[in-house]
């Protein structure tokens, strides 16, 4: 995981690219609060809300692609490192 996470900060330098994560990952955590607190199937969605911030710091301002393309399991718990 150690090797994974180098390559995976290679490809977030970018500020506005970390911002998007950032609020990405915040509106996730809150998603998966209020599923959890009223609709638990509606975790299923949850990958729905945290792509629309990260994928477009990618393609836009870094120039490059996902590390969710590859390995999203890993590319998540980076995301939380």
Not at 28 to 57: D, Q, R, S
Request: proline share 9%; aromatic share 20%; net charge positive.
């Amino acid at each position: 995981m150690k090797e994974y996470y180098s390559k995976y900060l290679t490809l977030h330098k970018n500020p506005i690219n970390k911002l998007l994560h950032l609020v990405g990952n915040l509106f996730t955590l809150m998603y998966i609060v209020v599923c959890l607190l009223y609709k638990p199937w509606f975790l299923l969605f949850t990958p729905f809300v945290v792509y629309p911030f990260a994928w477009p710091g990618h393609i836009i301002f870094e120039k490059n692609e996902p590390a969710a393309f590859t390995n999203p399991i890993k590319a998540k718990i980076c995301d939380f490192i």
